[in-house]
């Protein structure tokens, strides 16, 4: 018996938040057919324009049961009548799991659906959720998080990450393997890998530390104290913990760690270089402090990512050779 997908959309969706998951439970189904049917809804029904102008054709909200929910995220304030038979509709909702992508998390939060557990949205929505619904233990650093059979997911492109895990969960990391590959994206980025990336990259929600950051990449190898990183940013250490975390919602000392992590990462996938090696170049000195750092903050050991990269690499030959002379 197929699966039933509802995809909650509203008037100023954000069409990836909708289109995403979509497409991972599309491809999902050709790869094992008869897993899931998909069925857009909306309050109303009919056309829905999303914040980009386009519409998407919906059917009216209507009762269960279904096997998942997904609540799309956008400009969820653009009809305050959507939101609330939205949220009304969450709180008689017949599904084995419920989950949401980016600000969709709003919803399910007025809903009461969050209460008491842990969730994630879009960074830059974190603050303004956090005093709304405090009751809400918001982990704004994760790409996505699973509390019990309530899911919720970062910005945008987190909700592909966010199907592609509710499809292993259905039917195992092969087909979820598979459905990454169709749709030419990283099998799947796991669930504890931070957002901090974007906002840090842009060197704070206003640039004020662009320079800074661009300094600190350059100079990974060397011991980045928080005096030293006031010294170069022309602060007192307090203030420039301060007004840094104020700007990128980090700590110096977190930002340089996951900055530490990214180009260690990026050296694990990409290239032979041994661990030892990557370790001190990326500055965290020898191979168990930057183990307990990966296992901290992206939930697998350096080993894990290597493995799958070769893994990758594996498949690309494979497939080349493959292909027709």
Same mark, same amino acid.
């Given at each position: 018996? /197929?699966?039933?997908?509802?995809?909650?959309?509203? #008037?100023?969706?954000?069409?990836?938040?909708?289109?995403?998951?979509?497409?991972?439970? %599309?491809?999902?189904?050709?790869?094992?057919p008869h897993t899931?049917?998909?069925?857009?809804? $909306?309050?109303?029904?009919?056309?829905?324009?999303?914040?980009?102008?386009?519409?998407?054709?919906?059917? #009216?909200?209507?009762?269960? *049961?279904?096997?998942?929910?997904?609540?799309?995220?956008?400009?969820?304030?653009?009809?305050?009548?959507? =939101?609330?038979?939205?949220?009304?509709?969450? /709180?008689?909702?017949?599904?084995?799991?419920?989950?949401?992508?980016?600000?969709?998390?709003?919803?399910?939060?007025?809903?009461?659906?969050?209460?008491? /557990?842990?969730?994630?949205?879009?960074?830059?929505?974190?603050?303004?959720?956090?005093?709304?619904? #405090?009751?809400?233990?918001?982990? $704004?650093?994760?790409?996505?998080?699973?509390?019990?059979?309530?899911?919720?997911?970062?910005?945008?492109?987190a909700g592909i990450?966010?199907?592609? &895990?509710?499809? %292993?969960?259905?039917?195992?990391?092969?087909?979820?393997?598979?459905?990454?590959?169709?749709?030419?994206?990283?099998?799947?980025?796991?669930?504890?890998?931070?957002?901090?990336s974007a906002i840090?990259?842009?060197?704070?929600? !206003?640039?004020?530390?662009?320079?800074?950051?661009?300094?600190?990449?350059?100079?990974?190898?060397?011991?980045?104290?928080? %005096?030293?990183?006031?010294?170069?940013?022309? =602060?007192?250490?307090?203030?420039?913990?301060?007004?840094?975390?104020?700007?990128?919602?980090?700590?110096?000392?977190? $930002?340089? %760690?996951? =900055?530490?992590?990214?180009?260690?990462?990026?050296?694990?996938?990409?290239?032979?270089?041994?661990?030892?090696?990557?370790?001190? !170049?990326?500055?965290?000195?020898?191979?168990?402090? =930057?183990?307990?750092?990966?296992?901290?903050?992206?939930?697998? *050991?350096?080993?894990?990512?290597?493995?799958? &990269?070769?893994?990758?690499?594996?498949?690309?030959?494979?497939?080349?050779?493959?292909? #027709?002379?």
């Open positions: 018996m /197929r699966r039933q997908v509802a995809v909650v959309v509203h #008037p100023g969706f954000q069409l990836l938040d909708a289109a995403g998951p979509t497409t991972v439970f %599309e491809i999902a189904e050709r790869c094992r899931y049917e998909l069925t857009l809804l $909306a309050p109303g029904g009919g056309d829905v324009e999303s914040s980009s102008g386009l519409k998407l054709l919906t059917r #009216p909200l209507r009762d269960g *049961p279904f096997d998942t929910v997904i609540v799309s995220g956008g400009e969820i304030i653009r009809s305050m009548e959507a =939101m609330d038979e939205i949220v009304a509709w969450l /709180r008689r909702a017949s599904a084995r799991r419920i989950s949401s992508v980016c600000t969709g998390a709003y919803l399910l939060a007025k809903a009461g659906l969050l209460d008491g /557990r842990r969730a994630t949205t879009h960074w830059a929505s974190s603050d303004d959720f956090h005093r709304r619904y #405090p009751k809400v233990s918001l982990d $704004a650093e994760r790409i996505f998080i699973r509390d019990g059979d309530i899911w919720t997911s970062a910005g945008i492109s990450d966010l199907a592609l &895990a509710l499809v %292993e969960d259905d039917l195992g990391a092969e087909v979820a393997r598979r459905t990454a590959q169709q749709i030419v994206v990283h099998q799947r980025r796991p669930g504890g890998q931070s957002q901090f840090v990259e842009l060197g704070g929600r !206003t640039g004020r530390f662009a320079a800074l950051i661009e300094w600190v990449r350059a100079n990974l190898a060397e011991p980045l104290t928080v %005096e030293c990183l006031a010294d170069h940013a022309a =602060m007192s250490p307090r203030n420039f913990a301060r007004a840094f975390t104020a700007e990128t919602g980090v700590t110096p000392a977190k $930002a340089v %760690e996951r =900055m530490r992590l990214e180009t260690a990462r990026t050296a694990i996938e990409t290239s032979h270089l041994p661990l030892e090696r990557i370790a001190e !170049t990326a500055g965290f000195g020898d191979p168990g402090r =930057m183990r307990r750092a990966f296992l901290r903050t992206l939930g697998q *050991p350096p080993q894990a990512f290597r493995a799958a &990269a070769e893994h990758r690499e594996l498949q690309r030959g494979s497939q080349a050779a493959a292909l #027709p002379a």
